[in-house]
């Protein structure tokens, strides 16, 4: 699903289920000695989805600790994203050196819980929700937003280290197409509107498949 969206630089691992040879260096361990198991269980399939991305691009198994804002810490020379939500867990990552950033986010398919909405988009991306409501009714275009915007996040908070707020973002996003296997995929545009922003435009990849909302941000 997830790698349709990333250029071939980026290595992709997805999966729909929780593995049971999944494994965590101490560190790891550490860092969720105290969570529910819920929470156990993402973090640790996410992170085993790094290490055969990682694997992929011809990487060592390693460590990916969390920073002071939850970010993963990476080795040195590689960037990544990691996304997991009920009945999906990715991860993304290439060397630093083919790209500086991405963002990757999943969401399942359907409506936001009511009131989100009003707090994560912008006055002018509204009437665009609602034109793209009416051109293809079948997407929860306000849940498209919320990923499109996570994943903004993901690929921002590395390069930017501080805090983006959704209404610092303002997106374009396209209709997108209807694939012969059902999915809908398309793109979308960002600008960036905080001051002194290192970044202040991207451009991100979407899709809709198997129940799911995909989002991919690539520097
Ligand atoms: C951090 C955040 C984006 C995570 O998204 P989510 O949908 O809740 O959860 P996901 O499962 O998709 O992603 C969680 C993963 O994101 C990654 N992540 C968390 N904080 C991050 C950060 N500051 N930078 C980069 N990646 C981060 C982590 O890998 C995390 O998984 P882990 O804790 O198991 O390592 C979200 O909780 C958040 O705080 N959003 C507010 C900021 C925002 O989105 N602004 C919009 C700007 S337009």
């Known amino acids: 699903m997830l790698s349709s969206l990333l250029p071939a630089e980026v290595a992709v691992a997805e999966t729909f289920d929780d593995p049971s040879d999944a494994v965590l260096f101490p560190e790891e361990e550490a860092a969720i000695a105290r969570a529910v198991e819920k929470r156990r269980r993402e973090y640790i399939t996410a992170r085993h989805c790094a290490r055969l991305a990682m694997a992929r691009l011809g990487l060592p198994p390693v460590a990916i600790g969390t920073g002071g804002n939850r970010e993963p810490l990476w ?92 209404e610092e973002a303002s997106l374009d996003v396209e209709p997108g197409e209807v694939r012969d296997d059902g999915s809908i995929t398309g793109g979308y545009t960002v600008r960036i509107h905080q001051s002194g922003a290192p970044l202040t435009r991207m451009a991100g990849r979407w899709m809709v498949e198997s129940g799911f909302v995909v989002t991919a941000i690539v520097l």
């Open 75 to 166: 080795p040195a020379g590689v960037v990544g994203s990691m996304t997991h939500c009920d009945g999906y867990r990715a991860a993304a990552v290439a060397r630093s050196v083919d790209v500086p950033g991405l963002g990757i986010d999943a969401e399942p398919h359907g409506a936001l819980p009511t009131g989100v909405l009003d707090t994560i988009a912008r006055p002018d991306e509204v009437p665009m929700l609602e034109a793209l409501a009416a051109a293809r009714p079948q997407v929860w275009w306000d849940r498209l937003l919320f990923s499109a915007k996570e994943s903004v996040y993901k690929a921002w908070y590395p390069v930017a280290e501080r805090w983006l707020g959704f």
